[in-house]
């Protein structure tokens, strides 16, 4: 896989990509970072890269040109036949589409990926119109760039690249994860598949710290029990801090036996 990252401040990603499994990746070939300098595709003696919006209003906008001419020498497919030839441009915009777990595995399944970086006040709208495929934000809040997005889809991408993970079968386990959203590569089932739910808890030894104890089930040696308990946990944790999951889960009976049986110990006195 290629990445091809756009940006004013380059040096920003000298450290986000030389850590953990973005770097074991990139060392193994799995995937080949490029990182852009913006100023490099001016062509004024400032190497200027943004200027002031028609109509008026506070900060400075991203000017056209230079995004431009820096993608269009990528030499990518027409607009229009991107998807098919498995590449696509990303334009970072706190008006973009939510960054999800079910994005990154469509992402994952790219041969070639272009993360432009906005700033500043925003981006001229012709590069999310004419330039970009769609647009992606990380969160319902605004950063002072695109650099911390792009650093974060990259690192959700390219951990879902078969061989990026030495367990690639623990990717199908966390949270978000459906299984509906096939990921690349085949691998076991995991112990307890999380459904798009969030993660069951994880315990490690001692199974004594402090007094704290692990649950006694998981050091039982009853796996349907574990499985079970992991299952329970995982709807537990989903309830509690995001419901809005539950929604949108693929559910089974026996999932929605766990929830009678916690909204029952809920209300128990």
Request: glycine fraction near 10%.
């Amino acid at each position: 896989m290629q990445i091809d990252i756009v940006t004013i401040f380059p040096d920003f990603f000298r450290g986000p990509l030389d850590y953990g499994i973005i770097r074991r990746a990139r060392e193994a070939g799995l995937v080949t970072i490029a990182v852009h300098d913006l100023r490099a595709c001016t062509r004024d003696r400032h190497r200027t890269v943004d200027d002031r919006p028609f109509g008026g209003g506070e900060g400075m906008v991203l000017k056209p040109e230079p995004i431009f001419e820096c993608v269009e020498g990528f030499e990518l497919a027409p607009r229009g036949e991107r998807a098919a030839n498995k590449q696509w441009v990303v334009l970072l915009s706190a008006q973009g589409r939510p960054f999800d777990q079910k994005q990154a595995a469509r992402l994952a399944r790219l041969s070639r990926l272009v993360l432009i970086c906005g700033r500043y006040e925003g981006v001229d709208e012709r590069v999310g119109t004419f330039l970009a495929d769609e647009e992606i934000s990380i969160g319902n809040y605004v950063l002072s760039g695109g650099e911390l997005g792009a650093a974060v889809i990259a690192d959700a991408v390219i951990r879902l690249l078969p061989g990026a993970v030495g367990n690639q079968a623990s990717t199908r386990q966390e949270s978000f994860f459906s299984d509906a959203d096939v990921l690349i590569g085949k691998g076991p089932n995991s112990t307890c598949a999380s459904g798009g739910l969030l993660d069951y808890p994880h315990y490690t030894r001692p199974a004594d710290f402090r007094g704290m104890t692990v649950p006694e089930v998981l050091v039982s040696g009853n796996h349907d029990d574990i499985r079970r308990w992991r299952r329970r946990s995982a709807l537990e944790k989903t309830l509690r801090n995001r419901p809005d999951l539950l929604d949108r889960a693929r559910l089974s009976d026996e999932d929605r036996e766990l929830l009678g049986q916690i909204a029952g110990d809920e209300m128990a006195p």
